[in-house]
């Protein structure tokens, strides 16, 4: 089985910053990509950021120069740093990752529960 577990939301004043984490656990082999995703109430579920592998970052835009996306691979960890953060950044961010496993050697996505971000005005 594999688990992702989130970490590090809360309550923000605008212009503020958080940092989020995600670990990823269990029976793990490779990790391909890991990424962060939002659903803010009401709407669809959106990409914020994702890194490959080999390093390679993809941002929203409407996150690009904000919000930084690393990655510990030792540890099997990806992070989110939110920088100047917007009332508009509220969500529930989910931690995704691209992977194989014991359980189910075919890469696949995998999500984690998710954690509130609040940002107030």
């Known amino acids: 089985q594999v688990h992702l577990a989130e970490s590090g939301g809360g309550l923000v004043q605008a212009g503020g910053s958080l940092r989020l984490s995600c670990v990823a656990s269990g029976s793990i082999l490779s990790i391909n990509a890991m990424g962060w995703y939002r659903q803010a109430p009401g709407k669809e579920r959106e990409l914020v950021a994702t890194?490959?592998?080999?390093?390679?970052?993809n941002y929203a835009d409407s996150v690009k120069g904000r919000f930084t996306i690393s990655r510990d691979y030792a540890k099997n960890m990806v992070y989110l740093q939110l920088n100047s953060l917007k009332p508009e950044d509220t969500a529930v961010y989910y931690c995704?990752?691209?992977?194989?496993?014991?359980?189910?050697?075919?890469?696949?996505?995998?999500w984690g529960q998710g954690t509130q971000v609040t940002v107030s005005s």
């Open positions: 890194i490959t592998r080999g390093g390679s970052t």
């Open positions: 995704n990752a691209y992977l194989s496993s014991t359980w189910y050697v075919t890469y696949t996505d995998y």
